[in-house]
């Protein structure tokens, strides 16, 4: 007799893309699976960050589930810790938390031909199989212990992560350091400066810092978001807004691109110097702080304090490199020592994008193919940015070139929706195994690659030797879809199955097969 998998269905990680799956999976009648996650709760990065000034930098009527609208977001830009409770009251509502098994993480998944399932090994020593395994570990999947600072290690004071704050360490008249300036420092910096008695914020390359349309949204103005009609109707403008950008980037005539795409990034840096005019005070900072990148070179962030900061008389901007690290705090390259008490290492993330990120042996598919190996080899690639050949019934929610829509839950609403569409069909066909074929794969990634021509000009050329996490270190874009969002909502609702090869089919049913075609989602 065929060995059973212990569960129909495993789902890897709890954040905002395994509680997208895992409730589509509720709402399609299909109850038989587990949720491995390796913190304690449901929310993800919500959950490990709540470091002081945390919020979204989109609206909140685009950054929720469009099958879970929320009528209670407080402001326009939601924080941290609303939307860390916004996805618990989700998790909660769809039954999910009797799902969920808590601190397991999953070392390696190894596909057993023979049985026909996953064979997961956690770091407990134990093993969890499925027939069908929906990695959602998201984008963000740890942050960087090693700042690439000599010394750090050797500093005698405090040392604060975004993702491991300290509420317990009270900054008030302390001397401290942030370390950064991407979009948690954008947040951090201007929370505590009011505290501390001196802040020093260390750039290595300056942030475009835009102005932030957030305020307080009165009850009245929820309700109307919240609504049915006006609710639909936003979110479509944004993916409006969204699907015209994607066009006009990948869509214009290559020509016609190299042109325009230079003449952007001066008339943003002209725009945006007058902006620190405007805003900073000091000639010297608004000089440091002045990006000489192009506006979409690295993540633009939305603030209404960072810049503003640095106004006040016990923040300074410091662009001089940092040489080393010392007990008593910083030194830099010119000499410069600083004494602190504390230092924020606000230096970022290992991404899905990077090719390191996927290590050999931890995924390993049929015939002993190994993700590690091919994408440290053969560059990041996936049909549909979810499937790859040789991995059976496996698909990953955040994957190569896959950021499209206006937040993280249009993508996973997307990717989730292809991955269930295909287990529906393998299960309607009495099938064992569903694996996306080679020729659909590379005929994917051919168009993606056509597609991504214009980005990586813009990234490669116009903006050359900028260090964004963008850009991998293969030299690729694998962040973004180069590809109507329209288009990728389509091709998610209706799965092209021909792409796929079903193999072990014990059972045709016809009539099933039918109950599914007819299904909607309500």
């Known amino acids: 007799m065929a060995e059973q998998p212990q569960h129909r269905i495993v789902i890897i990680g709890a954040g905002p893309g395994g509680i997208c799956a895992a409730a589509q999976l509720v709402r399609r009648g299909i109850s038989d699976f587990l949720i491995v996650e390796r913190g304690s709760d449901f929310g993800g990065s919500w959950r490990d960050n709540h470091y002081p000034g945390l919020g979204v930098d989109v609206p909140g009527f685009t950054y929720q589930y469009s099958f879970a609208r929320n009528p209670k977001w407080s402001r326009m830009f939601p924080k941290g810790r609303e939307v860390f409770e916004y996805h618990r009251e989700v998790a909660s509502r769809f039954g999910l938390y009797q799902h969920a098994r808590w601190n397991t993480s999953i070392e390696r998944e190894n596909w057993d031909d023979s049985a026909g399932l996953w064979r997961l090994s956690t770091s407990g020593g134990e093993e ?7 990695s959602a570990v998201g984008a963000y999947i740890t942050a960087k212990d090693d700042p690439g600072i000599p010394g750090y290690q050797e500093f005698a004071g405090t040392v604060l992560r975004p993702n491991e704050w300290d509420h317990t360490y009270d900054l008030v008249g302390k001397r401290v350091a942030v370390i950064g300036t991407g979009a948690s420092s954008v947040q951090i910096t201007p929370s505590i400066a009011p505290a501390v008695a001196t802040l020093s914020v260390f750039q290595r390359t300056p942030v475009w810092a835009l102005p932030k349309p957030d305020f307080a949204t009165p009850a009245p103005i929820r309700n109307l978001i919240a609504a049915p009609g006006p609710g639909h109707l936003l979110s479509l403008i944004a993916n409006l807004v969204v699907e015209v950008g994607l066009r006009i980037v990948y869509q214009t005539p290559r020509r016609l691109f190299r042109l325009g795409a ?16 405007a805003v900073v005070r000091d000639p010297g900072t608004r000089q440091g702080l002045m990006p000489h990148y192009g506006l979409l070179g690295k993540r633009p962030t939305l603030s209404n304090s960072f810049l503003q900061a640095f106004n006040r008389d016990n923040v300074e901007l410091v662009t001089d490199p940092i040489e080393r690290i010392v007990p008593e705090g910083i030194v830099t390259r010119d000499g410069r020592v600083f004494e602190l008490d504390a230092i924020v290492l606000a230096t970022g993330y290992h991404l899905f994008s990077d090719p390191e990120s996927y290590v050999e042996g931890a995924v390993v598919g049929r015939d002993g193919f190994d993700l590690g190996v091919f994408y440290n080899s053969e560059r990041l690639q996936a049909y549909q940015s979810v499937a790859g050949p040789q991995l059976p019934n496996r698909w990953i929610l955040v994957g190569p070139y896959s950021w499209i829509g206006t937040g993280w839950h ?29 020729g659909a794969h590379n005929a994917y990634h051919a168009k993606i690659r056509r597609n991504d021509e214009n980005i990586d000009y813009y990234f490669n050329s116009v903006n050359a030797g900028l260090r964004t996490y963008y850009v991998n270190s293969a030299g690729d ?6 590809t109507s969002l329209f288009e990728a909502k389509e091709q998610s609702r209706n799965v092209d199955l021909s792409a ?15 109950d599914l075609a007819d299904r909607t989602i309500a």
């Open 128 to 134: 969890i199989t499925a027939q069908f395994v929906i």
């Open 477 to 482: 874009m694998p962040y973004i879809r180069p």
């Open 410 to 438: 249009e993508l996973v609403e997307i990717s989730s929706g292809h991955a269930i569409n295909v287990i529906e069909a393998t299960m309607a066909r009495g099938a064992q195994s569903a694996e996306v074929q080679w």
């Open 500 to 514: 796929y090869e079903f193999r072990g089919i014990d059972i045709t049913s016809t009539d099933v097969e039918q």
């Open 262 to 277: 230079p003449v952007f990034d001066r008339v943003a840096r002209t725009v945006y110097r007058g902006y620190l005019r």
